[in-house]
């Protein structure tokens, strides 16, 4: 008899075989936690939090949370302080002003944008993955089969191709067996196909892990699709929504697949003015900002910073 896997937001995965119960993947198992099982339980939070950098003010009074089985996506022009977030979030840098919350026990599993492994070392994918914590092979093999890479492991590093490294990096993240996956612009340098393909990833991982997913991204149109919400920081809270898909044309279909329809998808700005489908603002706005938005509805511009709306920073 064929065993039944559950997919469900808890982590297990029962299988049996002629009437005995045979053991769950590694990465499916229970894990030993304090976290909240319900979703919309935060797994991380910032309340009101200010952060300066090289005696300029980078988050500015920026409340936010991220949780269980949501996938959170960060968008902002350069500079706006998307990666300051990031690592204020995770713990990395500590704020001036305000706090961050983490879930007892929480597991982060950090994917970077990329990272730089001398030519002249011979790193196979095998060993990479064991660093800094090692796992069995088996393991090893059930993340890569989960990103979706196969027979990569004595492979260098060296030899993968942009789209396979990054792969290789949430690979290793996922073997943390995490309770959030946190993507600094993962897919920087990856051409749209690899980027659509690498996010249709995160969200089966977050479907199949029942994780929280936190992303920061450039790559608009694919990110929009994939995430619950998007939160557009520049330095504050300028807006956030949840993303609407309003088009679907067929190139979009075609490099986007199933996984997202081929939609083309804007979100919902909540600021105190409006925007058309294209992403301009209506007649009647009130724009405080000193940013402007693009057509993809995305944000450009200064990088100084100025509040909106109490109600904007709202995330
Ligand atoms: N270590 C640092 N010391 C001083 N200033 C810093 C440091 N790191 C970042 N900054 C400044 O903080 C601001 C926000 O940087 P951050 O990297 O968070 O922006 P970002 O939105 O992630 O940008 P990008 O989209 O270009 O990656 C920038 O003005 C940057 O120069």
Same mark, same amino acid.
């Given at each position: 008899m064929r065993g039944v896997a559950c997919r469900c937001q808890m982590r297990w995965t029962l299988a049996a075989?002629?009437?005995?119960?045979?053991? #769950? *993947?590694?990465?499916?198992? *229970? #894990?030993?936690?304090?976290? *909240?099982?319900?979703?919309?339980?935060?797994?991380?939070?910032?309340?009101? #939090?200010?952060?300066a950098r090289g005696g300029r003010v980078v988050l500015d009074h920026v409340d936010f949370r991220v949780d269980r089985g949501e996938i959170v996506t960060v968008v902002g022009p350069n500079g706006s302080g998307k990666s300051t977030l990031m690592q204020t979030l995770i713990g990395?840098?500590?704020p001036d002003q305000g706090a961050v919350i983490r879930a007892p026990g929480l597991k982060i599993g950090y994917v970077p944008q990329s990272l730089h492994i001398d030519a002249t070392m011979p790193m196979p994918v095998g060993r990479f993955l064991a660093l800094p914590q090692r796992h069995s092979r088996a393991e090893q093999a059930e993340a890569l089969a989960m990103v979706g890479l196969d027979d990569v492991a004595r492979q260098p590093m060296t030899s993968l191709s942009g789209g396979q490294f990054q792969r290789v990096l949430l690979a290793r993240a996922l073997l943390m067996r995490p309770d959030i996956l946190v993507l600094d612009e993962a897919t920087r340098g990856l051409d749209q196909p690899g980027t659509a393909a690498f996010y249709r990833i995160v969200e089966d991982l977050r479907v199949r892990l029942g994780c929280g997913v936190?992303?920061?991204s450039h790559d608009l149109h694919? #990110?929009?699709?994939?995430?619950?919400?998007?939160?557009?920081?520049?330095?504050?809270?300028?807006?956030?929504?949840t993303p609407e898909i309003v088009a679907s044309a067929p190139e979009y279909r075609a490099l986007f697949g199933v996984g997202t329809q081929g939609t083309l998808a804007l979100y919902r700005h909540e600021h105190d003015h409006a925007h058309d489908e294209a992403g301009a603002c209506g007649p009647?706005?009130?724009?405080t900002h000193d940013h402007t938005h693009d057509a993809d509805g995305?944000?450009?511009?200064?990088? +100084?910073?100025?509040?909106?709306? +109490?109600a904007a920073r709202d995330a």
């Amino acid at each position: 008899m064929r065993g039944v896997a559950c997919r469900c937001q808890m982590r297990w995965t029962l299988a049996a075989s002629c009437g005995t119960t045979r053991a #769950v *993947p590694y990465l499916l198992r *229970p #894990v030993e936690s304090a976290m *909240p099982a319900a979703r919309n339980s935060a797994l991380i939070e910032a309340r009101d #939090v200010s952060l300066a950098r090289g005696g300029r003010v980078v988050l500015d009074h920026v409340d936010f949370r991220v949780d269980r089985g949501e996938i959170v996506t960060v968008v902002g022009p350069n500079g706006s302080g998307k990666s300051t977030l990031m690592q204020t979030l995770i713990g990395a840098l500590t704020p001036d002003q305000g706090a961050v919350i983490r879930a007892p026990g929480l597991k982060i599993g950090y994917v970077p944008q990329s990272l730089h492994i001398d030519a002249t070392m011979p790193m196979p994918v095998g060993r990479f993955l064991a660093l800094p914590q090692r796992h069995s092979r088996a393991e090893q093999a059930e993340a890569l089969a989960m990103v979706g890479l196969d027979d990569v492991a004595r492979q260098p590093m060296t030899s993968l191709s942009g789209g396979q490294f990054q792969r290789v990096l949430l690979a290793r993240a996922l073997l943390m067996r995490p309770d959030i996956l946190v993507l600094d612009e993962a897919t920087r340098g990856l051409d749209q196909p690899g980027t659509a393909a690498f996010y249709r990833i995160v969200e089966d991982l977050r479907v199949r892990l029942g994780c929280g997913v936190l992303m920061v991204s450039h790559d608009l149109h694919v #990110v929009m699709s994939a995430s619950d919400r998007v939160v557009c920081l520049n330095g504050h809270i300028c807006c956030h929504g949840t993303p609407e898909i309003v088009a679907s044309a067929p190139e979009y279909r075609a490099l986007f697949g199933v996984g997202t329809q081929g939609t083309l998808a804007l979100y919902r700005h909540e600021h105190d003015h409006a925007h058309d489908e294209a992403g301009a603002c209506g007649p009647d706005h009130d724009h405080t900002h000193d940013h402007t938005h693009d057509a993809d509805g995305g944000h450009s511009g200064g990088k +100084g910073i100025k509040h909106n709306s +109490g109600a904007a920073r709202d995330a």
